[in-house]
Structures are given as structure tokens and as C-alpha cells.
């Protein structure tokens, strides 16, 4: 048990390291994108006078080197900053003023509810199909189910997503076609308005967590103890469920993880399909009149995200071995 | 008084390259309750397939195309796979060769235990755990009240055969098939595995089929023996007549390897200087020693066998000599001259001096590399040679190890068979015209037969070059065979080194003794005898705890 804390607390470590870097590399990214905050704001009327009065007052004239450390203060402190397209600047920084967390904290939470409803109906039914194909490999089940995940994947999100709307909101009213959710709303509803989008993400993550799985267990079946089993005369399922199935977690956890981070991060097109208001549209918004405390807030969200889930999938393939479990 | 198990015709073929060719041809088989029968041949022979093939089972890539297995009167065969399912693990059971694969890493070995009996409702979880605990207090488990519930890995290979022999007998079954149950062990450990293994058998008058290559084993074992070469029957007869009295060649060459020996050699004039003298080394992995002051000198001419169970540092000491892990004391002189213990500060003469032949020859070889490049290398490396001269040092070489060169320039390893692959593995090493040779456990992954071919290529190539050999084995036949003088090797230590003859004849070191002893031998009362010497709880592991 001793050597499994260290290792977690190594893997946090260098969790925390990595992020420390990612933020240097999203810090200058950001910053060298080309254009200018006080350029795109004031459009026409972008004096040389006013353009570097707007840019001092944001503090854009200070080195970069500076800006990057008064911005890491800021995060390690939670304070996201102030963001630039709400700003009264009136009253610079005073009422009225908008702060970042502010205006991403409910984006992330609905879409942490929109991945959350989608894990919960991919994951278990993405490692059921993959059993399932393992057991009946090769056989015609096998190769619809393979054909239809695989299908669903290549498909571009947008175009499920009608084929979705079309069958379960036109033809059949099932679910509504718009997810504007909005805070307040009772749990019930908010479930209804976002089935359609979950059920989107749901097609694009299966394929690859009901893959791994397959592959996974498959690649075990030629093992001994796989062998003794079956010289036991235990059922195929029992085979798999029992003997193959501990032993292959470690590649499904990891791939679940990544799923799981790219429901978080890279949700934008259903988002904007279904009109739900998650922090990919926020994010892609605030590239386009270059916010910049909001896109770097949310690039470090995102970051972090994966760097976190990366991390429980590590400590919970480790601890899903037994030999690490149980040390000698 | 009926055949439990018969097996007619049987014929038995593997997918290769698309068609399927012949693995048994056509073997008859028959077994009355109670009773053990040894199968046994060189890999290849199908010992195996057709131990498989008893219970119903083939591997992926291989069927059964004729025949019958009649087991109590159901066909095997044509049963379907519900109707096998009930058999097996329940009147049919497995014991696999290497346990620690064969367990689940995944689940306690109890619950393994259990498994059976409960999915196949012979008896409660409760009930069958507590036999389990019974079988391991009968199989002289050390802990058999605790010893169930922990995980395979924690637990020593010899104890997992022995658990894997407990759990193919909790649903007392009335055939168990063993496969090479004791092939991965050291000799100490294996007298334990068998002595519970037959013990068991008895007790519950199960029948068996004993899979092996060893006949001393096959010999403490099985009633009866038959005897497999590529997929058909030689002969069979009970133990005793088959052993003293052979009918076929192929058999009585099986026979005879074990008596192969070297004549003995001259005594190292007195003042001779060693060619390789190691000198109170002491070497670590990490932190932990794993040799202990080890010295030993190797004369010209001349082969020291450094014998020792698994991880009492022989390999060891053979890297510290190569120089790949220098030692933390102690130092390696070859011909008088210390040499840099690290590889990288040797000279390329230095490094020339002191070859290696492999366990593996599989892995030994690069699979991509044709033979005539894999010999070229160190010729071109060491001897400089290239183009025309280079292609006839290397033809010179393969004609040494009695392969003809024409045949072979161009081939793969995957081209050659097991034994062609370990001499290649010495024209490499004699490539670069090494004084001495280190040969890690070079026979050990090979067959009888082959392997004495291999032992008399080097003894001719000892007596024709003057090499000398440091040869690392657990195998004491191997040692008594080919050495001239022996180190005795425990827990990185040096128990005892000395001519070979003096260390064949008593009084040895009990350590030693304990080694000796207990190399199985050809007659069939000799475990019986040897457990009634040394005492029930006297045997194996518990004997070595005690020292």
C-alpha cells in the first residue's frame, strides 16, 4: 500500500510540473497570436493614441515576462482575471466589470453535466459491446457492431447530430432539438434538453473504448490462464467476464480517460449544432475577439482536465494490478 | 475391468501457410482407472497435443480430423461443447507446466480453487475452501491455512505447482492430465512436486497422464510409458521393462544419452597461470548484493561448470566477467592481467578473449540477419577480414561446427532448427577466436539428443583449439558429462569448488550432497527410496530451509 502512495504522489508531481509547463507554452501561444485586443475593439477609430491608452490600461504594454508571472499569481490564487470583453472601462476593474471565472463557471459546469450524462451511457454500454464482441468474435455480431462503431466515428459530428435530430426530434418527437438549458432548471428537464447531444457524443466515444475492450480481452485469450480456465469448463462468458477481463483494465481505463477529456474539451460542434451553452463555444468566442484572459483560463481548464484524468486512469491501472496491490 | 479412457486412430493436424498439415498420425491410447501413464518424447513428438486432446481440447490452429476419445463412454469428439464443459474441471482436470502462467494474477489462489467446484456444483464455496486448505496440509504446503488466500505472484513456483495439483484435484476428478509439471523447477523443488503429485494420485486412485521429457522423471512416475517421435508411437510397456529393456533404436538412443562423459583430463601443472582468474568479486543490482566474494580460477584447456539453482548467481558472476556489470569489488584478470571492469574501458583484443554462447539461441540471433552475416560480423569486427577472406573464414566456421557451409550462407535462423540455431550461436563466439568461452545453460532449451550433440561439438572443439569453457547449468547429468572441474554456487556464494571426481564422490558438502542427490535416476524405486532416506518432512525446499 506505501509503495502505491508514492507512486501516486510521484504521478502528481509530475502532474503539477506538466501543467506549470503547459501554461508557459499557452501563455506565449495566446499572446503571439496575431492581432490585438485594442485593435479589434476599436476598429475604425484605432488611433495610435487610443490603441496604446487601451493597451496600458490592460497592462498589454508591460513585457511578457511580467504579464506571464502576474497572470501565474493569478491562477495559483484563483483569481482568472478580468475579462477583456466585458470590461466597463469607465470604471476599469470596478462595477460592472465581468470576471473570468464568472463567466466560465457556469459554461464548465453544464459542460461537465453534458459529459457526465454521455459517460455514464457510453461507458458501460462501450465495455458491454466490446465483452460482448470479444465473446462472439468473428462471428456476424462481431462485425456489425465493429462496423456500425466505426461507421459512427468517421462521420462528422454535425452530420449525427442531424441524422439524430432528424429521427428522434422530427420524425419521432422524442427529445427537443435545442439544448438551451439555463441555470435553475430542474434537473428533470435539463436531462430531456441535453439527451440529444449526449447521444451524439455518445456515437463518436463508443468506437474506441468498444475496440480497446475487445482487443484487449482478445489479446489475453491465448494466455495459460485463460487456457486453465477453459480446461476447468467454465462458460465463455465466465471466461472473459472473470479471467480475461481484470486482466485487461489497464489499456480500457486509459482509453476511457482520453474520452472522457475529449468530452470536456472538444465538444464544440455539437455544442453549436444543439445551441447548448458549454465552454467550447465560450472558448471559441473569445479567440475570435481575442479575450485573452478567457481563452488562456480556458486552455489551463482543459489542460488540466487531461492531465488529470491521464492521472486517475494511471493510479487506477496500478492499482487494478494486483502484483502492485499486494506487494510481496 | 473397462478402459476409462480410450483413444482410437487418433489423428490430429495444425494450420500453417493456409493448409493442414499432419501433427499425430494416428495414435491409440487406453487407460484404466487408477492408473498413470507416461508420455514421452523430444519436443515435437506431439506429447502435448494429444494430452489435450484427452480431454476434448485443441488449441487454436489445430484440430482433431479422425479418430475417437471415449471417455467413460462419451466421445470426446463429436460431444458437444456444454457436454465437455461438464467434464472437464470435474472429472477430467489440468495441470499446466508452468503454474505461475496457468494462475489467474487477477484472483487468490483460493478462489481459483473454488471455482470448479462451485461452478460445477459439486460442492459450496465454504466446503471446498476447506478441503482446499486440507489438500495443501496433504501436498505439504508450508501455511496451508493462509498459504490459499494470497495472490500467485507471492507465492514460489514450486508452491504453485504444487497448488495447481491441489486444484485440479478439488473436484476429484478421475483423469488428470499433468504437462510437464515440474520441467520449469530446479531438481530440489521438483523431488517435492513429484512426491506430493504421486502421493495424491495414489491416495485418491486417480488415473493420469504424465507429459515429459525427462525419463528419470517419467520413470518415478507412470505404470506405463509410451514413447512419441513426430506424431506417432514408438513403442509402449510398463515402466519397468521399457526401461531395462528397450525394443526400438529410437528408444534405446533416447537411453543412451545419459551416458555420454568426457574422459578426464590431465592435472593443471603446478604454477600454471590461470586464463581467467576471478578474484573476490562482489557485485550488486541496486542496493542488494547478489555475489558474495566469489573466486574461481579457469586453467587452459580446460571446463569449469558453475552449478547453482535459479538465483544463486552463476549468471552473475559470468556478466561481471564480461565486464557488462563490474563488480563493486574484487577483480577479473585474464592470463594474469587485471582487466578494466568495465566493458567500455577494454581494449577490442581484451574484449576478443572472452565470448559468449546463449540459453536462447531464439533470442540470441538476430532474425533478420542471414547466417553468413551474423557469423561475418565478429569476423570482420575482431579479424578485420571483408569481402572474399571474410566469406571463407566464415565458411571455415560453419564446416567446424559441422554444418555445410553451401547450405547454409544464406539462410534465417527462423530457417533452422533448434539445435542448428545453438551452433551457430558457437560459430560466433568461436568467430572471434575467443581462449574462453562462457556457454550459459546452452543446452538447457534443447532436447536430449540434441543437446549431447551440441556437448560433444564442444568437447571436440575444446581438444582441437584448447579452449576453455565456464559453463553455467543447473543440470548436473550435463555437468557430470562434460566438466573437469565444478563450483558450487548458493545465494551468490561459493559452496564448494574442486575436481569434478572429487565432487562426485563423497563427502560433499550437504548442500552439494542435497543437489546430487536428488538429480532423478533411471531406476523406477528411486524416489521411493530417496524419500524413505531422507524423511517425509525432510525433502526439497525444506531440506535447503534447514541448512
Given at each position: 500500500?506505501?509503495?502505491?502512495?508514492?507512486?501516486?504522489?510521484?504521478?502528481?508531481?509530475?502532474?503539477?510540473?506538466?501543467?506549470?509547463?503547459?501554461?508557459?507554452?499557452?501563455?506565449?501561444?495566446?499572446?503571439?497570436?496575431?492581432?490585438?485586443?485594442?485593435?479589434?475593439?476599436?476598429?475604425?477609430?484605432?488611433?495610435?493614441?487610443?490603441?496604446?491608452?487601451?493597451?496600458?490600461?490592460?497592462?498589454?504594454?508591460?513585457?511578457?515576462?511580467?504579464?506571464?508571472?502576474?497572470?501565474?499569481?493569478?491562477?495559483?490564487?484563483?483569481?482568472?482575471?478580468?475579462?477583456?470583453?466585458?470590461?466597463?472601462?469607465?470604471?476599469?476593474?470596478?462595477?460592472?466589470?465581468?470576471?473570468?471565472?464568472?463567466q466560465i463557471a457556469p459554461r464548465l459546469s453544464n459542460t461537465m453535466f453534458l459529459a457526465t450524462v454521455t459517460a455514464c451511457i457510453a461507458v458501460p454500454l462501450a465495455v458491454f459491446l466490446g465483452i460482448l464482441a470479444a465473446l462472439y468474435r468473428n462471428t456476424a455480431f462481431d462485425k456489425a457492431a465493429n462496423m456500425f462503431t466505426l461507421s459512427s466515428i468517421s462521420s462528422p459530428e454535425f452530420f449525427m447530430a442531424y441524422v439524430l435530430i432528424l429521427f428522434l426530434a422530427v420524425l419521432n418527437p422524442v427529445f427537443p432539438s435545442l439544448s438551451n438549458i439555463f441555470e435553475g432548471m430542474p434537473f428533470g428537464e435539463r436531462l430531456e434538453k441535453s439527451m440529444l447531444p449526449a447521444l451524439t457524443l455518445t456515437l463518436v466515444v463508443t468506437a474506441h473504448?468498444?475496440?480497446?475492450?475487445?482487443?484487449?480481452?482478445?489479446?489475453?485469450?491465448?494466455?495459460?490462464?485463460?487456457?486453465?480456465?477453459?480446461?476447468?469448463?467454465?462458460?465463455?462468458?465466465?471466461?472473459?467476464?472473470?479471467?480475461?477481463?481484470?486482466?485487461?483494465?489497464?489499456?480500457?481505463?486509459?482509453?476511457?480517460?482520453?474520452?472522457?477529456?475529449?468530452?470536456?474539451?472538444?465538444?464544440?460542434?455539437?455544442?453549436?449544432?444543439?445551441?447548448?451553452?458549454?465552454?467550447?463555444?465560450?472558448?471559441?468566442?473569445?479567440?475570435?475577439?481575442?479575450?485573452?484572459?478567457?481563452?488562456?483560463?480556458?486552455?489551463?481548464?482543459?489542460?488540466?482536465?487531461?492531465?488529470?484524468?491521464?492521472?486517475?486512469?494511471?493510479?487506477?491501472?496500478?492499482?487494478?494490478?494486483?502484483?502492485?496491490?499486494?506487494?510481496? | 475391468?473397462?478402459?476409462?479412457?480410450?483413444?482410437?486412430?487418433?489423428?490430429?493436424?495444425?494450420?500453417?501457410?493456409?493448409?493442414?498439415?499432419?501433427?499425430?498420425?494416428?495414435?491409440?491410447?487406453?487407460?484404466?482407472?487408477?492408473?498413470?501413464?507416461?508420455?514421452?518424447?523430444?519436443?515435437?513428438?506431439?506429447?502435448?497435443?494429444?494430452?489435450?486432446?484427452?480431454?476434448?481440447?485443441?488449441?487454436?490452429?489445430?484440430?482433431?480430423?479422425?479418430?475417437?476419445?471415449?471417455?467413460?463412454?462419451?466421445?470426446?469428439?463429436?460431444?458437444?461443447?456444454?457436454?465437455?464443459?461438464?467434464?472437464?474441471?470435474?472429472?477430467?482436470?489440468?495441470?499446466?507446466?508452468?503454474?505461475?502462467?496457468?494462475?489467474?494474477?487477477?484472483?487468490?489462489?483460493?478462489?481459483?480453487?473454488?471455482?470448479?467446484?462451485?461452478?460445477?456444483?459439486?460442492?459450496?464455496?465454504?466446503?471446498?475452501?476447506?478441503?482446499?486448505?486440507?489438500?495443501?496440509?496433504?501436498?505439504?504446503?508450508?501455511?496451508?491455512?493462509?498459504?490459499?488466500?494470497?495472490?500467485?505472484?507471492?507465492?514460489?513456483?514450486?508452491?504453485?505447482?504444487?497448488?495447481?495439483?491441489?486444484?485440479?484435484?478439488?473436484?476429484?476428478?478421475?483423469?488428470?492430465?499433468?504437462?510437464?509439471?515440474?520441467?520449469?523447477?530446479?531438481?530440489?523443488?521438483?523431488?517435492?512436486?513429484?512426491?506430493?503429485?504421486?502421493?495424491?494420485?495414489?491416495?485418491?486412485?486417480?488415473?493420469?497422464?504424465?507429459?515429459?521429457?525427462?525419463?528419470?522423471?517419467?520413470?518415478?512416475?507412470?505404470?506405463?510409458?509410451?514413447?512419441?517421435?513426430?506424431?506417432?508411437?514408438?513403442?509402449?510397456?510398463?515402466?519397468?521393462?521399457?526401461?531395462?529393456?528397450?525394443?526400438?533404436?529410437?528408444?534405446?538412443?533416447?537411453?543412451?544419452?545419459?551416458?555420454?562423459?568426457?574422459?578426464?583430463?590431465?592435472?593443471?601443472?603446478?604454477?600454471?597461470?590461470?586464463?581467467?582468474?576471478?578474484?573476490?568479486?562482489?557485485?550488486?543490482?541496486?542496493?542488494?548484493?547478489?555475489?558474495?566474494?566469489?573466486?574461481?580460477?579457469?586453467?587452459?584447456?580446460?571446463?569449469?561448470?558453475?552449478?547453482?539453482?535459479?538465483?544463486?548467481?552463476?549468471?552473475?558472476?559470468?556478466?561481471?566477467?564480461?565486464?557488462?556489470?563490474?563488480?563493486?569489488?574484487?577483480?577479473?584478470?585474464?592470463?594474469?592481467?587485471?582487466?578494466?571492469?568495465?566493458?567500455?574501458?577494454?581494449?577490442?583484443?581484451?574484449?576478443?578473449?572472452?565470448?559468449?554462447?546463449?540459453?536462447?539461441?531464439?533470442?540470441?540471433?538476430?532474425?533478420?540477419?542471414?547466417?553468413?552475416?551474423?557469423?561475418?560480423?565478429?569476423?570482420?569486427?575482431?579479424?578485420?577480414?571483408?569481402?572474399?577472406?571474410?566469406?571463407?573464414?566464415?565458411?571455415?566456421?560453419?564446416?567446424?561446427?559441422?554444418?555445410?557451409?553451401?547450405?547454409?550462407?544464406?539462410?534465417?535462423?527462423?530457417?533452422?532448427?533448434?539445435?542448428?540455431?545453438?551452433?551457430?550461436?558457437?560459430?560466433?563466439?568461436?568467430?572471434?577466436?575467443?581462449?574462453?568461452?562462457?556457454?550459459?545453460?546452452?543446452?538447457?532449451?534443447?532436447?536430449?539428443?540434441?543437446?549431447?550433440?551440441?556437448?560433444?561439438?564442444?568437447?571436440?572443439?575444446?581438444?582441437?583449439?584448447?579452449?576453455?569453457?565456464?559453463?553455467?547449468?543447473?543440470?548436473?547429468?550435463?555437468?557430470?558429462?562434460?566438466?573437469?572441474?565444478?563450483?558450487?554456487?548458493?545465494?551468490?556464494?561459493?559452496?564448494?569448488?574442486?575436481?569434478?571426481?572429487?565432487?562426485?564422490?563423497?563427502?560433499?558438502?550437504?548442500?552439494?550432497?542435497?543437489?546430487?542427490?536428488?538429480?532423478?535416476?533411471?531406476?523406477?524405486?528411486?524416489?521411493?527410496?530417496?524419500?524413505?532416506?531422507?524423511?517425509?518432512?525432510?525433502?526439497?525446499?525444506?531440506?535447503?530451509?534447514?541448512?
Open positions: 500500500m506505501r509503495s502505491i502512495l508514492k507512486i501516486v504522489l510521484q504521478r502528481l508531481g509530475l502532474g503539477l510540473v506538466t501543467l506549470f509547463v503547459v501554461s508557459i507554452v499557452i501563455f506565449v501561444a495566446v499572446n503571439s497570436l496575431p492581432g490585438d485586443f485594442a485593435e479589434a475593439i476599436l476598429g475604425q477609430g484605432a488611433t495610435p493614441e487610443s490603441v496604446a491608452t487601451i493597451r496600458r490600461d490592460l497592462g498589454l504594454d508591460q513585457p511578457l515576462v511580467v504579464r506571464y508571472f502576474d497572470w501565474l499569481k493569478g491562477m495559483l490564487t484563483f483569481d482568472l482575471g478580468t475579462s477583456f470583453a466585458q470590461l466597463n472601462f469607465a470604471n476599469f476593474g470596478g462595477a460592472g466589470s465581468v470576471t473570468v471565472a464568472e473504448m468498444m475496440r480497446m475492450t475487445r482487443a484487449a480481452i482478445i489479446n489475453l485469450l491465448a494466455s495459460p490462464y485463460i487456457e486453465m480456465a477453459r480446461l476447468k469448463g467454465l462458460s465463455p462468458m465466465r471466461v472473459i467476464v472473470k479471467h480475461a477481463l481484470p486482466n485487461a483494465l489497464a489499456p480500457i481505463i486509459n482509453v476511457v480517460a482520453l474520452n472522457l477529456a475529449y468530452l470536456i474539451t472538444g465538444v464544440v460542434v455539437v455544442e453549436v449544432v444543439f445551441v447548448y451553452p458549454g465552454i467550447g463555444q465560450l472558448f471559441v468566442d473569445s479567440v475570435k475577439i481575442r479575450d485573452i484572459p478567457v481563452v488562456q483560463a480556458c486552455c489551463l481548464i482543459f489542460a488540466a482536465a487531461y492531465i488529470l484524468l491521464n492521472l486517475t486512469a494511471d493510479i487506477l491501472s496500478i492499482v487494478s494490478n494486483p502484483r502492485l496491490r499486494h506487494p510481496k | 475391468m473397462s478402459n476409462l479412457l480410450t483413444i482410437k486412430g487418433l489423428k490430429i493436424e495444425g494450420r500453417s501457410d493456409e493448409t493442414w498439415n499432419p501433427i499425430i498420425n494416428g495414435v491409440d491410447l487406453t487407460l484404466k482407472k487408477g492408473e498413470v501413464l507416461g508420455l514421452i518424447g523430444e519436443s515435437g513428438a506431439g506429447k502435448s497435443t494429444i494430452g489435450l486432446a484427452a480431454m476434448g481440447y485443441t488449441r487454436d490452429g489445430v484440430r482433431i480430423s479422425e479418430g475417437t476419445v471415449e471417455f467413460d463412454g462419451i466421445d470426446l469428439v463429436k460431444a458437444s461443447a456444454a457436454v465437455k464443459r461438464g467434464l472437464l474441471g470435474k472429472r477430467i482436470a489440468y495441470v499446466a507446466q508452468s503454474a505461475a502462467a496457468s494462475f489467474n494474477p487477477a484472483h487468490k489462489l483460493m478462489d481459483q480453487h473454488t471455482e470448479g467446484p462451485v461452478q460445477h456444483g459439486v460442492d459450496s464455496r465454504a466446503a471446498s475452501t476447506e478441503d482446499g486448505i486440507e489438500l495443501y496440509r496433504k501436498l505439504r504446503l508450508p501455511n496451508p491455512d493462509q498459504i490459499g488466500f494470497r495472490y500467485p505472484h507471492q507465492v514460489s513456483g514450486g508452491q504453485l505447482q504444487r497448488a495447481m495439483t491441489a486444484m485440479a484435484m478439488s473436484c476429484r476428478p478421475d483423469l488428470i492430465i499433468f504437462d510437464e509439471p515440474t520441467t520449469a523447477l530446479d531438481v530440489t523443488t521438483q523431488i517435492e512436486v513429484l512426491a506430493s503429485i504421486r502421493e495424491i494420485v495414489e491416495e485418491f486412485d486417480t488415473a493420469a497422464i504424465y507429459i515429459t521429457h525427462d525419463l528419470a522423471v517419467v520413470a518415478q512416475m507412470a505404470d506405463n510409458i509410451k514413447v512419441l517421435l513426430r506424431g506417432d508411437e514408438v513403442e509402449e510397456a510398463d515402466t519397468r521393462t521399457m526401461l531395462s529393456d528397450p525394443k526400438e533404436d529410437y528408444t534405446k538412443s533416447l537411453w543412451a544419452v545419459r551416458e555420454f562423459q568426457r574422459p578426464a583430463k590431465p592435472a593443471v601443472p603446478e604454477g600454471s597461470v590461470p586464463v581467467v582468474s576471478v578474484r573476490g568479486i562482489t557485485a550488486a543490482y541496486g542496493k542488494t548484493d547478489v555475489l558474495h566474494d566469489v573466486s574461481f580460477d579457469i586453467h587452459a584447456g580446460r571446463t569449469v561448470a558453475v552449478v547453482g539453482e535459479s538465483g544463486s548467481g552463476k549468471s552473475t558472476a559470468a556478466r561481471c566477467i564480461t565486464g557488462l556489470l563490474p563488480p563493486r569489488m574484487g577483480e577479473i584478470a585474464f592470463d594474469g592481467e587485471v582487466l578494466p571492469a568495465d566493458y567500455r574501458k577494454r581494449t577490442k583484443d581484451q574484449l576478443r578473449q572472452a565470448q559468449m554462447i546463449y540459453q536462447m539461441a531464439d533470442t540470441a540471433l538476430n532474425p533478420r540477419k542471414t547466417i553468413g552475416q551474423i557469423i561475418g560480423r565478429p569476423v570482420q569486427f575482431y579479424g578485420g577480414l571483408t569481402g572474399a577472406k571474410r566469406r571463407k573464414r566464415v565458411n571455415e566456421l560453419l564446416d567446424q561446427i559441422e554444418l555445410e557451409p553451401s547450405q547454409y550462407y544464406n539462410r534465417l535462423p527462423s530457417e533452422l532448427s533448434g539445435g542448428q540455431k545453438q551452433r551457430i550461436g558457437i560459430a560466433r563466439a568461436l568467430a572471434a577466436e575467443p581462449k574462453f568461452i562462457i556457454c550459459d545453460e546452452v543446452t538447457s532449451a534443447l532436447d536430449q539428443l540434441v543437446a549431447e550433440g551440441i556437448l560433444r561439438l564442444l568437447a571436440d572443439l575444446q581438444d582441437n583449439l584448447g579452449l576453455s569453457y565456464m559453463f553455467i547449468t543447473h543440470d548436473l547429468a550435463t555437468v557430470k558429462s562434460i566438466a573437469d572441474e565444478v563450483v558450487v554456487m548458493k545465494e551468490g556464494k561459493v559452496i564448494e569448488q574442486g575436481e569434478k571426481t572429487d565432487m562426485f564422490t563423497p563427502p560433499h558438502h550437504a548442500y552439494t550432497d542435497l543437489l546430487l542427490s536428488s538429480v532423478p535416476e533411471m531406476d523406477p524405486d528411486w524416489l521411493t527410496n530417496l524419500l524413505e532416506e531422507r524423511g517425509v518432512d525432510n525433502i526439497g525446499d525444506a531440506a535447503v530451509d534447514k541448512m
